[in-house]
């Protein structure tokens, strides 16, 4: 165990982290999600929900505040309907973590598998909520 690191990191998350540039983009998916279907480097958190994993991972990293949008969220497909719950408790850490982080980004389902293809990794969580994957870009080091 490191001192300061969340128990929710392990060590091949921690590792992920590290090697991940400004600009790659890290998926934590829902219990649910295809991830390795649309990524050959997948990391297993089963049994954490993403607030926890969005508490753990950033203190480790900032958001890319040279985009518009460094947080992503899948849009809702058809007439499925948002839990405006599960971006609201995303929300809580991220602006906790990072005040001033630009509004989270929907895009359309697919669009979102596509996106996962080319991110750094997919982190499966044990996350049930319907729409709940979320993509975060990583920055450069705050000044």
Request: aromatic fraction near 8%; glycine fraction near 8%.
């Amino acid at each position: 165990m490191l001192i300061g690191i969340s128990p929710v990191i392990n060590p091949q998350l921690l590792d992920a982290l590290f090697r991940m540039g400004h600009g790659d983009e890290i998926v934590l998916a829902d219990a649910f999600f295809p991830g390795d279907s649309c990524n050959s480097r997948v990391i297993r958190a089963d049994g954490i929900r993403i607030p926890a994993l969005l508490d753990g991972i950033l203190k480790l990293i900032n958001l890319d505040y040279a985009v518009d949008h460094p947080v992503i969220m899948m849009a809702a497909h058809g007439s499925d309907k948002l839990d405006p719950a599960v971006e609201t408790s995303y929300r809580a850490v991220i602006d906790r973590i990072w005040p001033g982080t630009p509004a989270t980004e929907r895009i359309e389902r697919f669009a979102f598998y596509e996106r996962t293809k080319k991110a750094y990794a997919v982190v499966m969580t044990g996350e049930t909520v319907k729409y709940g994957n979320v993509i975060l870009k990583k920055g450069v080091i705050p000044v």
